[in-house]
């Protein structure tokens, strides 16, 4: 996964120029979209795993990277890697990189860690290791103390550490990428957008024919659609990332960069249509105040409804696309049992002609909808075991001959 056949170490300054190995995680289930989308900007992926690919590229490609990628939560660049069996090697393998010409002198960093090595039962013992390696090698150059904590807001340093051999990234986002950012109120069981992205490019959606979204929530999965609809990266939300933390940093090629982001807005698309209701008020208030910060408001079509009762264009062939409760305890799961059988009408009646997709964590209430799925993509929502299921809503009725 994060391995490599040559070991590297260079200065900071060279960054933005020397090609290295670069590991773009995400949650479990999301790597073939992240890897969708590395391709679509014109890179070549070397390997992709259950949680994340794996590309060569400069730091200049990570800030590129970082302001397009939806669905992705981090994009590491490696520094250096090298053998180490315990806890003593890691410690002399960290100690020995140059990490003045690295970190800023007054500067802060933390440590994050993946670590599966049978001499270390606790990540955090790795990451006091690696800590300590970075603050004894910059109290000798420096003569001080640098700032530390679990903060990632500023320089974040990464190690993947597997059997006897060890690897350390910048962890060039920092804060996930998997928020992105223009959510200011998530209301109850929020889909985190980096979920909402990847089920919409899972899905048969062409970017210009009608969204429809009822039971839309906090309005995530419209307010992704329209931003994918838009070109609008996630990139245009966020100031602060890792990579401006480090020795090095180039902010004339970030602003450069940035200021592409705002270029590719695609501002008009003609027949656009993206529905979103919800039977809250309190929903729909939150979702309009979400779409406003994501700057898609006046392309979405907020309506307080029962989904049952959402407007669907007709003969449009656009995607109808529900995120219902799954039912976690008993009570709600009997109760729940009707709302599904209520959707699977719904479809049946108001959208033929239309893909239409259910993404729910309970595979026994999705038989309620009485509709049978042509596909069932695999997605987890937290830990929850969860499916985009999709249907081909016929126009009028679908006839088989005897």
């Known amino acids: 996964m994060y391995s490599s056949q040559h070991n590297t170490t260079f200065a900071a300054m060279s960054f933005y120029n020397t090609k290295s190995a670069i590991v773009i995680t995400c949650n479990n289930r999301l790597a ?23 590309m060569t590229g400069t730091m200049k490609d990570c800030v590129r990277l970082n302001l397009h990628l939806r669905c992705a939560s981090q994009v590491l660049y ?20 140059a990490w003045e010409d690295l970190l800023l002198h007054d500067g802060y960093f933390s440590i994050t860690s993946n670590v599966y090595n049978d001499t270390i039962n606790n990540n955090m013992f790795a990451n006091l290791k ?8 910059m109290m000798q150059a420096h003569g001080k103390r640098p700032d530390t904590g679990a903060d990632l807001s ?101 602003l450069a960069e940035r200021g592409t982001l705002e270029n590719e807005i695609q501002d008009d698309i003609p027949g656009l249509r993206i529905v979103a209701t919800d039977h809250s008020k309190q929903a729909i208030i939150n979702a309009e105040k979400n779409a406003k910060a994501a700057g898609v408001a006046d392309i979405i079509e907020f309506n307080k409804v029962d989904f049952a009762d959402t407007h669907v264009p007709p003969d449009a062939g656009g995607v109808v696309f529900l995120n219902p409760e799954y039912g976690e305890r008993l009570g709600e799961e009997v109760e729940l049992q009707e709302t599904y059988k209520r959707i699977g009408d719904f479809m049946k009646q108001k959208c033929g002609g239309y893909h239409g997709y259910i993404f729910t964590g309970n595979m026994a209430l999705a038989k309620k909808v009485g509709l049978k799925a042509n596909r069932r ?25 005897k």
């Not at 929850?384 to 679908?398: N, P, S």
Request: net charge neutral; hydrophobic share 40%; proline share 3%.
């Open 377 to 401: 993509i695999e997605f987890y929502n937290g830990k929850i075991d969860c499916r985009l299921l999709q249907y081909e809503l016929y126009a009028g009725t679908k006839r088989t001959d």
């Open 154 to 254: 500023k320089a974040v340093i990464h190690l993947f550490w597997e059997l006897n051999k060890a690897s350390l990234f910048i962890d060039t986002s920092g804060n996930s990428l998997a928020r992105h950012g223009y959510r200011k109120i998530p209301g109850e069981a929020p889909m985190l957008e980096a979920l909402a992205a990847a089920t919409i490019l899972a899905s048969k959606w062409d970017k210009k024919s009608p969204f429809v979204n009822p039971m839309c929530g906090s309005g995530t999965l419209a307010i992704e659609a329209a931003l994918i609809a838009t070109n609008t990266a996630p990139g245009v939300f966020r100031t602060n990332y890792g990579f401006m933390h480090i020795q090095g940093y180039d902010e004339d090629h970030y």
């Open 78 to 97: 490696r520094i250096k890697e090298f053998n180490a069996v315990n806890a003593n090697q890691l410690y002399r393998g960290v100690n020995s990189y």
């Open 32 to 54: 073939p979209y992240v890897e969708q989308e590395v391709k679509a900007l014109g890179y070549t992926v070397d390997e992709t795993f259950a949680t994340g690919v794996r």
């Open 130 to 137: 690696v800590k300590d390696a970075i603050v004894d090698r």
